[in-house]
């Protein structure tokens, strides 16, 4: 919304919340309003309950519908996201034998853009290729995704397999995500 939107709907905010609290209520919603707030940028509801899709488009229908409001300056409404961390493993990497086999951020970007799997997924950064050890031929994909509280997009990928050249790769779930590594010995 533009400053002209926000201050006109936080006016009556706490009718906005009642009023809210009612349509939720007739469709046999367990969310309730708690308060609404505001900056510059954004109005944000504060709910009970995480929202489902359905209790949002009723939030979005109401604001959207109020006289005093210009529903074409109010944007999208999104729930509450959180990173999530993937990698995917099982990748070997062969730089002592011939340079060109080496996988490349590219192989990975392409192969990310193609696979279906990843078609309503939004990165949260882009994926990194990181060799596990100087001695192991073999590397591992980190992916931080945005998804909502629950995980559904992350949960539906893990354990998932697909291509990448001649290699099947599975997807796994990381706790979080390590960045580069640092040897032990020598602190490089």
Known sequence: MDNDNIEKFMKNSSIHVANLNRNLRNTKSEVLVDF???DLLRVTVVTNKVLLPSDLLIIEKYVKNLENIDSFQVGSSRLPQSKFYLKII????????NLQNCLSFSDVKTVIKQNQIFDNVTFA????????SPKLDMVIIWIDIWDAHSGVKAKGLINWCFNIRQYIMTIRAANTNPGILQCKNCWK
Do not use: A, C, F, G
């Open 36 to 38: 609404i707030r505001s």
């Open 90 to 97: 099982d990748i070997s990497y062969y730089p002592h034998i």
């Open 125 to 132: 950064s882009k994926p990194r290729v990181i060799k596990t």
